[in-house]
């Protein structure tokens, strides 16, 4: 349970703490299935009697940008939802696709302010929180200069590794950082980089994602292809699949040509994205026609099935913090091939939870190969992700905001 605000010259619990979270990767009503992990973090503080309200800022473009899609869903969100016992507030900003993203917090704060000063004077939060650092964290960082409360921010990989590169946001993101009580990080490998770009490393505590043990749990390959016989797929071929959207960075076109040396496999591309024309192309280009299933998006009830069918889960990204979908994937007892990236060896610790192989697609092909000749019990493997759970997720995050708020 989350600990009360003491009064003055009391140790009396009074109420929880109150947690004002501005988080652009969050669900909403348009898109569900959007940011689904940050949601399932705020559920498991909920849970636990933690007391959080999210602002979930969305970017809609000027008119006439805004009559198209995405965008035109966006403008149809409700003002406000209800998640998991979670209220959500959907206010819009002014969103300049293209060349205003290092401007995106400023616009923001402007755009949620009067929202965040409303909500703190009908009952005063206690933090404010950013769940993800670029742009939600200088925006975030802005709002709670203005309310006059302590900051927390989390980073999840991207948000550092891409953001950083572009010199306006990397002077944003450091101020907001320099102004934080408490940062997060999802790997000891993202909170080494975080303090190599000038972060005080004492301030920075790794914070592990969470996971559905209920929903994400081994089942033997058969049984599972069985159950998802609308997809189509090899009733007994080896399979391999590769969730993520279907953009440069998530490698798809290294496990297709990696899928080339390995004749018989077949390979599962889980997602939709700009790069699907292209990878349609190479897949003929290979001759992997016969071999190669793009399913689109699969729902998230039928993930696990997906995972659990597959001999190995291959994500060959260009740079991750620390996925969740690895850990859901060793959670079915599926194996993983992945690079040696952010906190990649912090999963893949011993060779029941699968091959670290570098980018390319000799590497990735080795491996696969390796674990179909050797392929770990699948108890073995989702042992692996034993230590993943909501419930610890939560706990630790209330403790931390607990101990930022002076409650610790």
């Not at 009580?181 to 969470?210: C, F, W």
Request: proline share 9%; charged share 20%; aromatic share 6%.
């Amino acid at each position: 349970m989350a600990r009360g605000r003491r009064d003055a010259g009391s140790q009396a619990l009074t109420r929880p703490l109150r947690v004002l979270s501005i988080s652009t990767l969050f669900p909403s009503p348009p898109r569900p299935a959007f940011g689904q992990f940050v949601a399932r973090q705020m559920a498991a503080v909920a849970a636990q009697g933690g007391d959080v309200t999210v602002i979930n800022p969305l970017g809609v473009p000027p008119w006439p940008l805004s009559r198209r899609e995405p965008y035109a869903a966006l403008t149809r969100c409700p003002p406000q939802s209800q998640r998991d016992g979670v209220t959500v507030h959907h206010p819009r900003f002014t969103l300049i696709p293209r060349w205003g993203a290092d401007s995106n917090p400023a616009r923001i704060a402007r755009a949620i302010l009067p929202l965040a000063l409303r909500l703190h004077g009908e009952n005063p939060f206690d933090l404010v929180d950013a769940q993800f650092f670029f742009p939600d964290g200088p925006a975030a960082a802005i709002i709670a200069t203005r309310l006059g409360l302590p900051l927390s921010i989390k980073a999840r990989g991207s948000d550092i590794h891409y953001w950083s590169t572009r010199p306006g946001a990397l002077a944003q993101i450091r101020e907001a950082a320099r102004q934080a009580s408490g940062l997060l990080a999802v790997s000891g490998a993202l909170k080494a980089d975080m303090a190599g770009l000038g972060m005080d490393a004492g301030k920075i505590e790794v914070h592990y994602t969470g996971l559905d043990h209920l929903r994400f749990k081994p089942l033997p390959h058969d049984e599972a292809r069985r159950a998802l016989t609308e997809l189509d797929l090899p009733v007994a071929a080896p399979l391999f699949v590769v969730p993520g959207a279907l953009i440069a960075i998530k490698g798809q076109a290294l496990a297709l040509q990696a899928l080339a040396q390995l004749p018989g496999a077949h390979l599962a591309l889980v997602g939709k994205g700009p790069d699907e024309a292209g990878l349609r192309a190479l897949t003929a280009q290979l001759g992997l026609a016969g071999r190669t299933h793009f399913l689109g998006q699969v729902s998230h009830d039928r993930l696990p099935l997906l995972m659990a069918a597959a001999d190995a889960v291959v994500l060959p990204s260009e740079r991750e913090g620390l996925a969740n979908v690895w850990i859901e994937a060793l959670a079915c007892g599926t194996p993983l091939v992945i690079p040696p990236i952010g906190g990649a060896a912090e999963v893949i610790t011993s060779p029941a939870a699968g091959r670290l192989a570098e980018r390319n697609p000799d590497a990735i092909a080795a491996a696969l190969r390796d674990l179909l000749n050797a392929p770990p019990s699948r108890e073995a493997t989702a042992t692996c992700a034993a230590r993943f759970s909501w419930e610890q997720n939560g706990r630790q995050i209330l403790a931390f905001w607990n101990a930022i708020a002076g409650q610790g």
